[in-house]
C-alpha cells in the first residue's frame, strides 16, 4: 500500500516538472530570443557605450598611477648588508693600539669616544653629554651622557673612562697614546662625571678626547703589559660603537692572497640612533690587485684607493667621494743639509715652484697649503704666508747670493753645487708633483734628485733621518697647535720627533708654546702671530696642498657625504646613519 502511494507521488512530481519546463521554455521564446533581432539595429549604441566604458576604466587606472607618484616616491630605506674593502691586514681592534687602516676602521665602528666630529668638522660630544673647563683653563670636567651601556648590555660609567686613560697613561700597557697623556691627572668624581687636570694649560686638550673608551668589567684582570695582545683585542672586542663584532673569516694561504673579514652587526642600544644597515664588512686585502678586482666584481659596496684603477673609470655605477683632509703635503728643506742652511736658497725653491699648476693637475678639488696654519684655520693670516710663486724673483736672490749658473747650466757657490735630493712616497700624486717640481727647479739651475720610495722604505729615511728633503703629509687637525713639527724640542732625531726641517728659531718657539696656552681664540691669533713671521722670514719648508682621502662606492650611499675630515677613519662618524636600499615610500 505504501508503494503504490510512493508511485502516485513520483508521477505527480515528474508532471509539475515537465509543466515548469513547458512555461520557462515559452517565456524564454517570447521574452528572449524574440528581442534578440532588435539588438541589431542598436548595436552602434550599445558598442559606443561600451567603448566609452573601456576609455574611463583606461583613464581612471592611468590618474590612479599618475597621483600615486605624488603620494609614493623612491626613498632610502634600512636594510642591506654594506661590505668595505680595506688595502691592509687586521692584528688589533683595540682603540690602544689600532693604527694602521683596518685596524682604525674597525675600532670606530665599534668604540666610541667621550667626543667626536660633527658633519661640519666641529668637536661635539660623544659618549659626552657636555665639557667644561675652569677659570684656570687647567681642569676639564666632562659629563656622560645618561643610560649609556657596552654591546653585552652592562652600563657604561665614569669608571671605563677612568680605566682607559689610566692604561694608556701605564707605560707597561705600551699604548701609541701614552705620550700625551703620561701627565694628566684622570678623576671620576660620580659614575657620570669624570675629570681631568692638567700640569699646564693646554688649548688643544679636548681634541685629545676622541680616542675609543674600553670596558672596564671586561679588561679590568688584564695585565698592562699584556693588553695589547689579549685575546678581547682580535676574537670578542665589546664596545660602544654603531657596530658590534660578529665574526672574523680568514682566507689564503700566503701573505700575498691572505684576506680577512669581519662582520659586524647594528648595536640596536647605540646612544646616537640603531644604525640603519642590517650590517657591515670590513674586508681586507694585502694586494692592491685583488682589492680592485674585488670591486670591479661588485663584491664590495665601498673602497679607499690611492688612485681609482682606469678600467673602473668608465663605470657609470661608480661614484667618487672625495674626503678633504685637515692635512698639509709639504716639502720639508732639513737645514743641517748644508745647501739649505742658507735661507736664500730655500726662498727660492718656493718661489720657483708653480704649486698651482700641481694642484690644476690633481683631478679634485682641494686648498693650497701657503703656511704652517691650514687655510681658514685659526690664527691663519694670508699676508703671513709663503713667498708667490716668481721665477724671476728666485733666480735674481740666487745670483744675489752668489749661486751662480756654470757651464753646464746648474748653479754652484764655490765648490758646493746646488743640489739635494728630495724623497717621497711612491703615489701616482707624489710621481705628478716631484716631476713639477724638478722641472720648475731645473730652469732656475737647481738639480733636485728624485727618489720615490715604498712606504716601509721612506718610514725607515724618515726614523734614521737619512734624507736631504722630504715630501711628505703631516697631520694638522682642527686646532691650530703645530707645536710637534717646528718647534726645535722636536728635531732631535734620536727621538723620532716630527720638526723634518730641523727648524730652529726661538721667536718661533716662544710664540708656539705661548699659543697653545691660550684657549681665547682672540688672544691666541695674538699669540701665533710672531711664529708665522718668524716662519714667513725664514721659509723652512714648501706647502703644497691639503691631500684628499678617496672613497669610490657603487651606486649612492645615503648619508655618506664628502666633507673635510681630520683622519680616514672619521669617514665613518656617521655610519649609523647611512643607508644602500631604496624604496617606494608613501608621502606624508
Not at 657636555?130 to 687647567?138: H, Y
Not at 736658497?345 to 679634485?364: P, S, T
Not at 743640489?419 to 727647479?441: C, G, M, V, Y
Amino acid at each position: 500500500m505504501n508503494v503504490g502511494f510512493s508511485k502516485r507521488k513520483l508521477k505527480r512530481r515528474q508532471h509539475q516538472v515537465e509543466t515548469l519546463a513547458g512555461q520557462a521554455e515559452s517565456l524564454a521564446e517570447r521574452h528572449f530570443f524574440k528581442r534578440l533581432d532588435r539588438l541589431v539595429p542598436v548595436r552602434r549604441f550599445v558598442i559606443t557605450w561600451m567603448l566609452l566604458f573601456v576609455l574611463l576604466c583606461g583613464s581612471l587606472v592611468g590618474q590612479i598611477r599618475a597621483l600615486e607618484g605624488q603620494f609614493r616616491t623612491l626613498q632610502p630605506v634600512p636594510g642591506g648588508i654594506y661590505t668595505e674593502g680595506i688595502l691592509g691586514d687586521f692584528t688589533n681592534a683595540n682603540p690602544l693600539y689600532a693604527s694602521g687602516e683596518v685596524d682604525a676602521s674597525v675600532s670606530k665602528l665599534l668604540f666610541a669616544g667621550l667626543l667626536t666630529y660633527d658633519d661640519e668638522n666641529n668637536l661635539v660630544g660623544d659618549l659626552a653629554e657636555s665639557w667644561t673647563v675652569d677659570v684656570t683653563e687647567r681642569i676639564y670636567t666632562v659629563k656622560l651622557r645618561p643610560n649609556l651601556s657596552w654591546h653585552d648590555g652592562a652600563p657604561l660609567t665614569s669608571k671605563d673612562v677612568l680605566f682607559t686613560y689610566q692604561m694608556i697613561q701605564n707605560p707597561d700597557a705600551s699604548s701609541y697614546l701614552q705620550a700625551s697623556w703620561k701627565d694628566i691627572k684622570v678623576t671620576a668624581t660620580d659614575d657620570a662625571t669624570v675629570v681631568f687636570t692638567l700640569p699646564n694649560q693646554l688649548s688643544a686638550f679636548p681634541y685629545y678626547m676622541t680616542n675609543g673608551i674600553i670596558p672596564e668589567h671586561i679588561l679590568r684582570d688584564v695585565q698592562p703589559s699584556e693588553m695589547r695582545s689579549a685575546t678581547f683585542n682580535t676574537l670578542n672586542p665589546i664596545g660602544a660603537g654603531p657596530f658590534m663584532w660578529q665574526e672574523i673569516e680568514v682566507s689564503g694561504e700566503t701573505p700575498e692572497t691572505r684576506q680577512e673579514q669581519i662582520a659586524l652587526s647594528p648595536f640596536k642600544k647605540y646612544h646616537r640612533g640603531a644604525p640603519k644597515l642590517s650590517g657591515l664588512v670590513i674586508h681586507s686585502f694585502h694586494d692592491a690587485d685583488r682589492l680592485a678586482a674585488a670591486f670591479e666584481r661588485r663584491e664590495l659596496t665601498g673602497a679607499s684607493f690611492t688612485e681609482l684603477p682606469q678600467n673602473l673609470k668608465d663605470y657609470e655605477s661608480v661614484r667618487i667621494n672625495d674626503f678633504i683632509l685637515t692635512a698639509a703635503n709639504m716639502v720639508f728643506f732639513k737645514q743641517s743639509y748644508p745647501v739649505f742652511a742658507d735661507v736664500a736658497v730655500r726662498k727660492a725653491l718656493v718661489q720657483g715652484a708653480d704649486v698651482q699648476a700641481i694642484i690644476n693637475e690633481l683631478g679634485y678639488p682641494t686648498r693650497p697649503v701657503k703656511g704652517p696654519f691650514l687655510l681658514g684655520q685659526l690664527g691663519y693670516d694670508r699676508t703671513l704666508v709663503q713667498p708667490v710663486y716668481d721665477p724671476v724673483a728666485a733666480a735674481a736672490a740666487l745670483d744675489g747670493a752668489g749661486w751662480v749658473i756654470g757651464p753646464g747650466g746648474g748653479r754652484s757657490k764655490g765648490n758646493v753645487p746646488l743640489s739635494f735630493t728630495l724623497q717621497a712616497q711612491d703615489t701616482p700624486e707624489n710621481r705628478l708633483a716631484t716631476a713639477k717640481l724638478q722641472e720648475d727647479w731645473e730652469k732656475l739651475g737647481i738639480k733636485a734628485d728624485m727618489k720615490l720610495r715604498e712606504a716601509a722604505e721612506l718610514q725607515q729615511a724618515i726614523s734614521d733621518q737619512n734624507y736631504d728633503a722630504l715630501l711628505y703629509g703631516i697631520s694638522i687637525g682642527v686646532d691650530p697647535d703645530v707645536f710637534v713639527y717646528w718647534h726645535s724640542t722636536q728635531k732631535d732625531a734620536r727621538s723620532n720627533r716630527l720638526n723634518f726641517s730641523h727648524y730652529s728659531s726661538k721667536v718661533a718657539d716662544a710664540a708656539l708654546e705661548g699659543g697653545r696656552t691660550r684657549n681665547d681664540p682672540t688672544l691666541r691669533t695674538v699669540k701665533y702671530r710672531p711664529f708665522l713671521q718668524a716662519w714667513q722670514q725664514d721659509t723652512p719648508a714648501l706647502g703644497l696642498y691639503q691631500p684628499r682621502y678617496m672613497y669610490a662606492t657603487h651606486g649612492t650611499v645615503y648619508g655618506l657625504n664628502p666633507r673635510t675630515i681630520n683622519n680616514d677613519t672619521e669617514r665613518f662618524n656617521n655610519v649609523h646613519s647611512w643607508q644602500i636600499r631604496q624604496a617606494l615610500v608613501t608621502n606624508r
